[in-house]
């Protein structure tokens, strides 16, 4: 379980447990060493005056004196880093590098150091300090590059968590040390990068200022696609990533290039995090395969010599009408004449984004079959107030059935996420293909009753289906369909 705290920021559950356990557990140690050297305090002061041999040794007093000051500088120092990484996460927000807490360490014992010698040798403290700073500056010759990665690492504009780009290679910072920066990649392989190189070089932080951001790549279409068509296809390709939906920014399409291929497509979307990039942009690829299949379209190939178009009638041959709904799983069962007589009688309409294709509680004796483009099917809710969203139909998927087939009004309002394409089959179509073959209703009644018994939130956690529950959801809707449509039963 994590906390939200704003701008993208995170506070992990370990961060969270360092905060809550800092009072009890952090505190024993330096607690522990300052009992230590009070008691050794009282006890040294009863000995010094009870006994007269103690005190007339000099270095022994001295000894006594401050030794409980060294060991309440050490309490001291324990103290700091316990505190030093709290204060970072309660108040930055960030688990303390290890650089950090080397630090720490390092400036806690320079300290102690420094009174041992003060209190037990007589070295005065400035010439203490001046000594040190020759030292330092000796030292900061000899180890230039050392200390020139550690500030470097210091000053980085990067965390432990992040999503970094640096020559190429993409991973996340997992460790930030004195002379370098250690990453992991998706392939869970470590690449070390020293700071001053990280520093020398621009890199790409994709956890900054939000952990989402944009990504996109092209697509050559044909130059028989238009416009409008390719926007509906490529949209939808990005709109029905769950992913994408929960970010503020929608999807974008413009056109990059005009080539001899075809029409060079970008597509832009933003994606919640590096980590997941590769899978969003998976599925956006995916989706958009399959809106090109359904939508008839081909990729096109190189070619070298290439014949002036002819002009179409019409967007869809149709042959591709007929190859479409044969992937629709409502006309199954049709034959080929039959499904030939249905594609041939079915218009096709153009919905806008946000023009509600049927409304929840109309009348309707038609279905719609989406061929491009992204719908969205919502319910009213019981006790009013916006409406719910039940589910979203990609390129294929078929919605009104129960209205064709049985005349019943419409259980719920189906809107277009984007400019959409649609086939609209009506009663007058279906009609003569019922009437001329009785066994079509039976067959239509299976596929519908399947299709309700999966889309039942009450059957959702069943592992096998009651074939008496859909032997009577079958012949109820069978009864329905001979009852529009009029069909005489065998009984009859």
Known sequence: MSTSLGGGCQLSGATQAVDSGFRVRLLVAPTIVAAIAILFAVLWNQIAVVNPWVAARVWLVRTGDGLPIVVGALAAGLLAQAVVPHVLVRHLRLPPTRMVRQLVVALCWLIAISMVGAIFFDVPVGSLVTTSGLLVAMIGLALK???????????????????????????????ISWRATRLQTLDRITIIIPNTHLSAKPFRNFSLPEPYYRDSFRVVLDHSVTTHQAERILLAAARQVEAIQTIPFRPDVRIAAFTDRGIEWELRFFVPDAEKAIRVRHQVHRNLLRNLHFSGIALPYPVVVRKSAQPRERAYAPADEFNFLRGVELFDSLSDEELETVSKGMPMKLKLAGQALVRQGDPGDSLFVLREGLLSVSIARPEGGEDIEVAQLAPGSFVGEMSLLTGAPRSATVTPVVDSMCYEITREIMAPLMESRPDLAQQLSDILADRQIRNSA??????KVNEI????????????????????????
Do not use: H, Y
């Not at 970094?164 to 290679?169: K, P, T």
């Open 145 to 175: 590059n050392v200390i020139s990665d550690a500030f470097t690492g210091l000053a980085l504009p990067i965390k432990i968590g992040d999503w970094i780009e640096v020559d190429g290679q993409t991973g996340r910072v997992v460790e």
């Open 458 to 463: 009450k059957l959702e956690a069943s592992s």
């Open 469 to 492: 529950q859909k032997k009577s959801l079958t012949d109820q809707i069978l009864g329905r369909i001979n009852s529009f449509f009029r069909l005489r039963t065998a009984a009859e």
